[in-house]
């Protein structure tokens, strides 16, 4: 009994020491993988600041903003919600907290919905729910392009101005930090007053300058119909790249958890180990000594 014991023991080690190899493997690979997704997400968030503030800096120079960019300029009937999840798992709750964000928006939405899916997870989960899917971008989100941002949010856009949708909302994965990412809900369209809050302090910051007009060429619409289009396909690219850091980064943090979990492991099954070798060769040194004992 005390030796199979000890050999469902070593299988078992073997086992879980075959796991903690490729746990330890996958956390090694998700780091660099987050490294560089963090470098992209970097550099694409400086070039998400500029577009945000031009825009705001026409919210605080005029009123001729465009009526159809503003809350409130149409009855909202049909709503386009953009997901972004991931084509894999082993991530911890990362795809669970993106859906179950995704699925409560929709239930709360009193109008007609529509999706556009990044990410096969988000796409097999609402195709299996019978949800309408109008587009879908099914590569790693780490491999995104612009062009494909570009691709993903143009007849979005389009849809939007020619009034077949009458909002647009972003959920998504935003990075916190390497140890916390939560889930974002944001409305691209129509601009609302809290989309552009620091519009007030560089209003401010403006007043406390010397004054002077400032004019848009050819005019403020067409300013404004330039940078709408620019301000969706960065939001929507710097979402994915966003998202793919957190990913990773929720990757990284589940494997090292699992990794940690199996070498816990590891030591509990070498002292269960130990101990079954310790009680076998007690019994056998006993048996030894009964034997001696029997035969005088």
């Known amino acids: 009994m005390a030796s199979n014991n000890m050999q469902d023991i070593k299988r078992r080690i073997k086992s879980v020491n075959s796991t903690e190899h490729i746990t330890n493997a996958m956390k090694l690979v998700s780091s660099a993988k987050l490294r560089k997704a963090k470098a992209t997400f970097d550099k694409t968030t400086e070039y998400f600041h500029f577009i945000t ?4 800096e026409i919210f605080s120079n005029t009123k001729e903003v465009p009526s159809r960019y503003i809350e409130g300029s149409r009855e909202v009937k049909k709503t386009c919600y953009i997901v972004v999840a991931s084509n894999k798992g082993l991530c911890g709750s990362f795809n669970s907290n993106i859906l179950k964000e995704a699925t409560q928006n929709i239930a709360q939405d009193p109008g007609d919905v529509v999706l556009v899916t990044i990410g096969s997870r988000v796409k097999e989960y609402f195709t299996k729910r019978g949800k309408e899917i109008i587009g879908t971008y099914l590569e790693a989100p780490e491999l995104i392009t612009f062009e494909d941002a570009v691709a993903i949010g ?58 002077k007009p400032v004019e848009y060429e050819p005019s403020t619409e067409a300013v404004f119909n330039y940078l709408v289009p620019k301000y969706l396909e960065i939001v929507l690219y710097g979402a994915v790249i966003e998202s793919a850091t957190c990913e990773h980064a929720a990757r990284r943090m589940a494997m ?41």
């Open 154 to 211: 143009g007849p979005v856009l389009k849809m939007y101005e020619d009034g077949e949708l009458d909002r647009i909302v972003l959920i998504y994965t935003s990075f916190v930090n390497n140890l916390e990412q939560k889930v974002t809900t944001m409305q691209l369209l129509p601009f609302n007053s809290e989309q552009f809050a620091s519009a007030g302090d560089i209003q401010t910051e403006i007043a406390s300058k010397p004054q």
């Open 256 to 296: 090292e958890s699992a990794t940690d979990n199996a070498r816990d492991m590891l030591d509990r099954l070498s002292l269960f180990y130990n101990r079954a070798r310790q009680a076998a060769i007690t019994n056998e040194i006993i048996e030894v000594v009964s034997g001696t004992q029997a035969q005088n």
């Open 53 to 56: 503030e031009s825009i705001e």
